[in-house]
């Protein structure tokens, strides 16, 4: 009976982080409608669920109760989506790009992306990023909130999607082996202040 519950446990471990691809979704949809402070929040949620779903998946041992089931790969979908797809098409409908460029500007991120999400040492043994991590959920809240002039954002989505490709420790913020409890704080604190703003 233990060995059973521990196997539906790790389960639903592992559907709470699929949930982040429902959000996904639902975050285009509100993007499309031009609902960009939902679709914030979706983006919002969908960082708490990764913020959250390892600490889970660790303490009910979800390798050890579902081994034939790969959850790293299932969290690498739902973060390409949430933190590449879902941001790309932010910067056309959210017209932070200029107009004559904006597709392919958008795409570049993807691919950057892409390469970085298929690399086998993108995260240190230490626990940070190597490369600009897919945080381009971050970097489109603030061209939104800060209203920087379209060819600034343009430049900046050149400079971060090149980074992807240079191999410089960036903080992974959920696994931080430095001052986590401080970094996860103020991080939610950074949330909200963001969304406040936005609302401005």
């Given at each position: 009976m233990q060995?059973?519950?521990?196997?539906?446990?790790?389960?639903?471990v592992?559907?709470?982080?699929?949930?982040?691809?429902a959000l996904?979704?639902?975050?285009?949809?509100?993007?499309?409608?031009?609902k960009?402070?939902?679709?914030?929040?979706?983006?919002a949620?969908?960082v708490l669920?990764?913020?959250?779903d390892?600490?889970?998946?660790r303490?009910v041992?979800v390798?050890?109760?579902i081994?034939w089931?790969?959850?790293?790969?299932?969290e690498?979908?739902?973060d390409y989506?949430?933190y590449v797809?879902v941001?790309s098409?932010?910067?056309?409908?959210?017209?932070?790009?200029?107009p004559?460029?904006a597709?392919?500007?958008?795409?570049?991120?993807?691919?950057?992306?892409?390469?970085?999400?298929?690399?086998?040492e993108?995260?240190?043994?230490?626990h940070?990023?190597?490369?600009?991590?897919?945080?381009w959920n971050?970097?489109?809240?603030y061209?939104?909130?800060?209203?920087?002039?379209?060819w600034?954002?343009?430049?900046l989505?050149?400079?971060?999607?090149?980074?992807?490709?240079?191999?410089?420790?960036?903080?992974?913020?959920?696994?931080s082996?430095?001052l986590?409890?401080?970094?996860?704080?103020?991080g939610?604190?950074?949330?909200?202040l963001?969304?406040q703003?936005g609302?401005?």
């Open positions: 060995m059973h519950s521990g196997l539906i446990i790790a389960w639903l592992h559907l709470y982080t699929a949930l982040g691809a996904a979704f639902f975050a285009l949809l509100f993007i499309e409608q031009a960009f402070q939902e679709a914030f929040w979706l983006m949620l969908a669920i990764d913020a959250s390892g600490t889970l998946a303490l041992r390798k050890e109760q081994p089931f790969d959850g790293d790969r299932l690498d979908i739902v989506l949430n797809l941001p098409l932010f910067l056309i409908r959210a017209e932070l790009l200029p004559e460029d597709f392919w500007l958008a795409a570049v991120p993807l691919v950057a992306s892409a390469y970085g999400f298929c690399q086998k993108a995260k240190t043994p230490d940070f990023f190597l490369g600009f991590p897919s945080y971050i970097v489109v809240i061209l939104y909130v800060m209203r920087t002039p379209r600034i954002n343009a430049f989505i050149l400079i971060l999607s090149a980074l992807v490709f240079v191999p410089l420790k960036y903080l992974y913020p959920s696994r082996p430095i986590r409890g401080l970094t996860n704080t103020l939610a604190i950074w949330g909200i963001v969304f703003i609302r401005a």
